[in-house]
Structure formats: C-alpha cells, structure tokens
C-alpha cells in the first residue's frame, strides 16, 4: 500500500520561511491525484491550506492564506512542496499531506483525501 511521508517541519521564529515536502513510498504515485495540504492545531478543526493536481498544475488555495503559502510541484524528486512564509505562532500545528480525487465543490475537505502522511509538526516561536 502507498504511503505519503510528509517532512520539514520544525521550530522556527516568528517573520520566518519554511518549506514542507510530502512524497510518496510510489515514485510515480501523484501523477493521477490531487494533493493537499491540511493542518491541525491543538483542540481545532483539520484546516485546508492548498491542494495542486499535479497532471495540470492547477492549484488551490482559501483566503486565509492565499498569498502567503504556495503549493507546487517537484517533479524531479516526485514531490509536493508547500512554501509557506511571514509565519506567525498562530501557523503552529501538526500539518498533514493527503491525496485524493476531490471535486471542485470538496477539495477543501479532508474527507476527499484517502492517503496521509503522518504529519510533521510546526511550531512557531514569537
């Protein structure tokens, strides 16, 4: 069974960059899948973050981060990259790759998504 391996997050500082990768144990696994991103802070809801179909390169973000955070595709390592900048300890949380084949309507829905990394934790320190 395919695997995603999530990776890259750690403490940082507040105003400071961070880029997450998320692979998978199949080489060639995203090629037929949207990807997103998700994130959970203690005692709140899965949050969306951004989601790219990696056949077309189409990407998705919500508002709350539309501008700050930016989803792509590395396609040399077979991986999804999540950029994410001016972060601040309200960005602290377990964050999570997931892979499916949402619809437009349910791409913001983590229940669209069969496959999960195990997370990786990110936490920003003001």
């Known amino acids: 069974q395919v695997r995603l391996v999530d990776d890259g997050g750690r403490l940082v500082h507040s105003g400071d960059s961070l880029r997450l990768s998320c692979t998978a144990t199949?080489?060639?696994?995203?090629?037929?899948?949207?990807t997103g991103w998700f994130r959970q802070a203690p005692g709140k809801e899965f949050e969306f973050l951004a989601a790219i179909n990696w056949s077309n390169g189409s990407t998705y973000y919500p508002d709350s981060v539309q501008g700050r955070f930016s989803i792509s595709r590395d396609k040399a390592n077979s991986a999804v990259l999540l950029q994410m900048n001016s972060l601040t300890p309200e960005d602290t949380a377990v964050y999570h790759c997931?892979?499916?084949?949402?619809?437009?309507?349910?791409?913001?829905?983590?229940?669209?998504?069969?496959?999960w990394g195990q997370g990786t934790q990110v936490t920003v320190s003001s």
């Open positions: 199949a080489g060639t696994f995203f090629s037929t899948y949207t």
């Open positions: 997931g892979a499916g084949r949402p619809s437009l309507s349910s791409i913001q829905t983590w229940r669209a998504y069969y496959y």
